[in-house]
């Protein structure tokens, strides 16, 4: 859209803004440039919406920093094909063995189905192939020139997790997650860009809530954006009688309980 793209732009040039972020994959598992990850031209994801290098360079000849972010694990797509293409084990399941329920994830993607069993938002996060996938755009957007990656659903889904069973688990969900940042800080640190990673606005006051734990995330990225969305809080959050009304008290109070999980850590919390 160039009145979008012309808008941004300006916004750069009067210095408004100093970065830009572009989805790589989003929440349908939607690639949204021309990609050269194998995987995802098989899967048919790639929907090219814009050239990645150019865009980059475009933002940067404007002196802004290009922020690709990426999906990771809440992937319908990538879970439906794995699921009719015997790779079962990349799709997270449920303890009877079928894909863990979609609970509102995927609904609106492509190729939506209320067919039975419901082939839900999910992959599986203790999957190498999956994890590996992921890394690859991470890396192939580095490569071209992004100066930060920033991870987005890096989480086990909502739902009672002692039905959930992520096939071929080392560890906790905790230890997984946090390993998979892990590699790809590697992956992204190695092509010269930085790594972030969002986290939901509950997990600064529960981690369990989604097994983010933002002490053990902040030790393997760059910085931590919390999403924290007012509307995520209840009365009595942060000391805040109605979070919504209170957008500024409700987010500083989110922001200091992050950083109250991260110690005496310095790793960044920037607001989502």
Same mark, same amino acid.
């Given at each position: 859209?160039?009145?979008?793209?012309?808008?941004?732009?300006?916004?750069?040039?009067?210095?408004?803004?100093?970065?830009?972020?572009?989805?790589?994959?989003?929440?349908?598992? =939607?690639?949204?440039?021309?990609?050269?990850?194998?995987?995802?031209?098989?899967?048919?994801? =790639?929907?090219?919406?814009?050239?990645?290098?150019?865009?980059?360079?475009?933002?940067?000849?404007?002196?802004?920093?290009?922020?690709?972010?990426?999906?990771?694990?809440?992937?319908?797509?990538?879970?439906?094909?794995?699921?009719?293409?015997?790779?079962?084990?990349?799709?997270?399941?449920?303890?009877?063995?079928?894909?863990?329920?979609?609970?509102?994830?995927?609904?609106?993607?492509?190729?939506?189905?209320?067919?039975?069993?419901?082939?839900?938002?999910?992959?599986?996060?203790?999957?190498?192939? =999956?994890?590996?996938?992921?890394?690859?755009?991470?890396?192939?957007?580095?490569?071209?020139?992004?100066?930060?990656?920033?991870?987005?659903?890096?989480?086990?889904?909502?739902?009672?997790?002692?039905?959930?069973?992520?096939?071929?688990?080392?560890?906790?969900?905790?230890?997984?997650?946090?390993?998979?940042?892990?590699?790809?800080?590697?992956? =992204?640190?190695?092509?010269?860009?930085?790594? *972030?990673?969002?986290?939901? *606005?509950?997990?600064?006051?529960?981690?369990?809530?989604?097994?983010?734990?933002?002490?053990?995330?902040?030790?393997?990225?760059?910085?931590?954006?919390?999403?924290?969305?007012?509307?995520?809080?209840?009365?009595?959050?942060?000391?805040?009688?109605?979070?919504?009304?209170?957008?500024?008290?409700?987010?500083?109070?989110?922001?200091?309980?992050?950083?109250?999980?991260?110690?005496?850590?310095?790793?960044?919390?920037?607001?989502?």
């Amino acid at each position: 859209d160039d009145g979008l793209r012309d808008g941004a732009i300006a916004l750069l040039d009067s210095d408004q803004v100093d970065s830009i972020v572009l989805d790589l994959k989003d929440e349908c598992g =939607v690639v949204t440039y021309d990609s050269g990850v194998a995987l995802a031209g098989q899967v048919g994801a =790639v929907d090219e919406r814009y050239d990645l290098e150019d865009a980059i360079a475009t933002v940067h000849d404007h002196g802004g920093q290009l922020i690709a972010r990426l999906v990771a694990f809440r992937d319908p797509l990538l879970a439906r094909w794995a699921w009719a293409n015997n790779h079962a084990d990349w799709v997270l399941q449920d303890t009877a063995n079928d894909p863990w329920p979609a609970y509102g994830d995927g609904e609106g993607c492509p190729e939506a189905t209320n067919a039975e069993p419901i082939i839900g938002g999910f992959t599986n996060f203790a999957s190498t192939a =999956v994890q590996d996938y992921n890394i690859a755009f991470a890396e192939e957007a580095a490569g071209l020139g992004a100066d930060q990656v920033v991870l987005d659903d890096v989480r086990r889904p909502g739902g009672d997790s002692s039905y959930m069973q992520p096939v071929g688990r080392q560890g906790t969900n905790v230890e997984v997650l946090t390993a998979f940042l892990g590699r790809a800080q590697q992956a =992204v640190r190695a092509e010269g860009a930085y790594l *972030g990673a969002t986290t939901t *606005g509950l997990s600064v006051q529960d981690p369990s809530a989604y097994d983010q734990d933002l002490a053990a995330m902040a030790q393997v990225v760059d910085y931590l954006s919390p999403e924290v969305y007012p509307e995520s809080y209840s009365s009595g959050a942060f000391g805040v009688v109605d979070p919504q009304s209170s957008p500024g008290e409700t987010v500083e109070g989110a922001v200091n309980a992050a950083n109250e999980q991260l110690g005496d850590r310095t790793t960044p919390i920037v607001p989502w």
